[in-house]
């Protein structure tokens, strides 16, 4: 007996050693990616002051010529070496972009100010244009210690993001750090201070201007202006956004020391104001640094043309505001019988049929009690029904509390995706046989699960639910869309169909025996298949995983797929008892959630979304709304695919339509700009967009025409479907 269990415990070592030699490159290998992620080492991250991007090269700067203590001078600031022909934006960004933003980490009572934005310049891009910089530029910002400081030194943390664009347009990011030592002078970079600091707008005394507005535009007058800018022309930039169309014609001149301008209004205007300042420059070709302008302010006389309305949602599904009361082409009983045959076609989603058959299956094991079936039927719909209800309320509790948030916002949240991806794992081991759950739960519970069934059987609706939430039939879209719409009671109603839809199959097994009875008799065919199930599992495990790889990038897939190896180990060695190997395998389980464990919840900043990382998608570019009205208001039609990496429709759709040779053919021949909307992480301005559109999840395909209503297309689309419309976009 000592020589058997002598070497049970030897071939354990065997095992744990081996396991443990198995584990360690992948760990070791895990690390060092997590080195590369944004916040924990590489370029973009490292500690110091200085990083280099794709298309720019950037540095974080002091200037304390008194040194750093209160009451003395004390400057921060951005350095950006743009690439060749690639330039950044200023705080009003023109007809695109978005201006650099500047988040600083300081100790507590240390406050940075605004930037002193240098002058900008302009941008053509064919009908529109942008306010920025090229070349090398400084963004100077002062800081103010407080009356009591008497650090030794003050570290400095700045994360900067900005957009930086040519033709096309890349956001990027990078965070620098700096330790500034007290009371020793640093004045290392003086002349590029003085140098922001002189291209700054100034105001001069006795600069004077008139605003003026009509139906023809607005109209300047400014006198005062440096004697040398006199018959030379200018460049007006409004520090308020969407007043004027910065690419548009305008005129200009010069009445003796008065200049003279009529600029056009911005067509999608959507500000007034009473006050407008504004910067006045040289227009000067070249690159580098602006000459730096004037800056004036003034009163706006006349009346506000009318603002433009924005553009109409869809004719056949209207938006409604949210909570709102107004009638629907939809309806609400098509929107309620849309959600009950959803809810049923999510039977068939492969993560949730194995839960389902599994518990159909036991109407041939548990007798032919017929109460007993009947009411274990209630309760499973009624952990399905009020599974969704309880979703549908937070969503609708959310959206009332100003969360830009839509159907499917639960898997924008790595942490629910990594969640749902263990989970989909543990029952497939557990259907595969790998281990039994009354071998892992207390016998207590499982005496528990015999004396309340119906218990059992609510929370077998709820897991059902859970693992349905990934799987949102396509067929739900429009339903969904409108419940956001809706009055709660008949959000919740629409909400309320989906999960009775989803609970009938069993519902009705429960209550008609017939159904049950035309099952094949039990036998060892039921093992088979309960194995067999394991699989449909298992694939849904895959797809989240890889959905997680598009919101915590590569690194945190593997750190995921190294925690689900060590659980499975120990699932495997509590299935067989054997209490040193899963001991062993908790203590790597806790080490790879403590080493690599952050990694799988990280929001990779750098990774491509799924939805534009295909190099084969050459012919999409990224959905903005500021996109898509640059190419609307150029005369383009817009084609927009909203998306995202965890629906499998809008996976289906991209293979075999939107891929399609004809159909890009198509579009390339109508002048139709291709954009991509991707929704795996989550984002605001595209959950808004849906909205305008009556819809609160994707798959959605929409065709813009100019002068036309937006087309919204069927969430299951076909080659055929999508050429009609790119071909009818012609016309």
């Not at 951005?78 to 023109?94: F, K, M, Q, S």
């Not at 098509?334 to 009950?340: I, K, M, P, Q, S």
């Not at 898997?411 to 995706?417: R, S």
């Not at 071998?439 to 005496?447: D, F, H, M, R, Y």
Request: glycine letters at 10%; a neutral charge.
């Amino acid at each position: 007996m000592r020589t058997m269990r002598e070497t049970m415990r030897r071939a354990a070592r065997a095992l744990a050693a081996g396991l443990l030699g198995a584990l360690l490159p992948l760990w070791v290998a895990a690390q060092g990616g997590l080195a590369g992620l944004p916040g924990s080492g590489g370029t973009a991250g490292a500690p110091g002051d200085r990083a280099r991007t794709e298309y720019a090269q950037v540095q974080l700067l002091a200037h304390a010529p008194q040194g750093v203590a209160a009451g003395r001078p004390l400057w921060l600031g951005l350095r950006i070496e743009h690439a060749p022909e690639w330039h950044t934006y200023w705080h009003n960004p023109g007809d695109s972009g978005l201006p650099i933003e500047l988040n600083w980490t300081l100790p507590d009572g240390v406050q940075a100010g605004a930037i002193q934005w240098p002058t900008p310049r302009k941008f053509p891009l064919g009908d529109l244009a942008n306010y920025g910089y090229d070349g090398t530029v400084l963004l100077p910002v002062p800081v103010t210690l407080p009356s009591a400081w008497q650090g030794a030194s003050l570290p400095v943390q700045l994360h900067a993001t900005w957009l930086i664009c040519r033709r096309e347009c890349v956001p990027e990011e990078a965070t620098l750090r700096l330790e500034l030592s007290a009371g020793a002078p640093i004045a290392q970079h003086a002349a590029e201070f003085e140098a922001a600091w002189a291209a700054a707008p100034r105001a001069l005394p006795q600069a004077r201007a008139e605003l003026r507005v009509d139906e023809a535009g607005l109209h300047v007058r400014a006198s005062g202006l440096p004697a040398d800018w006199r018959g030379r022309a200018l460049e007006f930039f409004p520090e308020t956004a969407n007043l004027i169309a910065p690419g548009a014609p305008w005129t200009q001149g010069w009445d003796g020391d008065t200049w003279r301008a009529t600029l056009p209004f911005n067509p999608y205007r959507s500000e007034t104001v009473m006050q407008l300042a504004f910067v006045l420059a040289r227009a000067e070709a070249g690159h580098g640094p602006a000459a730096a302008g004037v800056r004036l302010q003034a009163d706006v006389q006349g009346t506000w043309p009318a603002v433009a309305q924005p553009e109409a949602p869809p004719a056949t599904i209207p938006a409604v505001p949210a909570g709102g009361t107004g009638p629907t082409t939809l309806g609400l009983a098509l929107a309620l019988l849309g959600a009950l045959l959803g809810g049923m076609i999510l039977n068939l989603m492969p993560c949730v049929f194995p839960v389902l058959a599994i518990k159909v299956m036991a109407f041939q094991t548990h007798g032919a009690d017929a109460r007993a079936h009947r009411l274990g039927g209630l309760a499973y719909a009624a952990g399905v029904v009020l599974s969704f209800l309880a979703l549908g309320g937070l969503l609708l509790v959310l959206r009332s509390a100003g969360e830009a948030v839509g159907w499917g916002f639960q898997l924008q949240n790595p942490w629910v995706v990594a969640g749902l991806t263990v989970l989909f794992t543990f029952i497939a081991l557990n259907l595969a046989g790998l281990f039994e759950l009354r071998q892992l739960a207390p016998s207590g519970l499982a005496e528990l699960q015999l004396r309340h069934p119906l218990a059992d059987a609510f929370l077998t609706g709820v897991l059902a639910t859970a693992v349905a939430s990934p799987c949102t039939a396509p067929f739900m879209g429009a339903s969904l869309g409108l419940a956001v719409t809706l009055p709660a009671p008949a959000a919740l109603a629409v909400f309320g169909a989906l999960g009775l839809g989803m609970a009938l199959p069993y519902l009705a097994a429960s209550w008609w025996p017939g159904l049950a009875r035309r099952l094949p008799r039990p036998g060892p065919w039921m093992e088979t298949f309960r194995q067999a199930m394991a699989f449909p599992m298992l694939a849904a495990a895959i797809w989240l995983l890889w959905v997680l790889g598009q919101q915590s990038g590569i690194h945190g897939a593997a750190a995921l797929l190294l925690l689900l190896l060590a659980l499975a180990w120990v699932l495997w060695a509590l299935g067989r008892r054997a209490r040193t190997l899963a001991a062993l395998g908790v203590l790597g389980l806790l080490a790879l959630g403590w080493s690599v464990g952050p990694a799988v919840v990280r929001d990779a900043h750098g990774a491509a979304p799924a939805a534009q990382a295909n190099p084969a998608d050459g012919a999409w570019e990224p959905w903005s709304a500021t996109r898509q009205a640059e190419l609307l208001a150029a005369g383009r039609p817009v084609f927009v695919d909203f998306t995202a990496a965890w629906c499998v429709t809008c996976q289906v759709n991209k293979a075999a339509v939107l891929s399609d040779a004809a159909v890009l053919r198509n579009a390339e021949e109508a002048g139709v700009a291709l954009l991509r909307a991707d929704w795996t992480r989550r984002d605001p301005a595209i959950t808004q967009e849906l909205a305008r559109l009556g819809r609160s999840g994707v798959p959605v395909y929409v065709l813009h025409v100019p002068g036309r209503a937006p087309q919204v297309l069927t969430e299951v689309l076909s080659v055929a479907q999508v050429r009609t419309a790119l071909q009818a976009a012609r016309r």
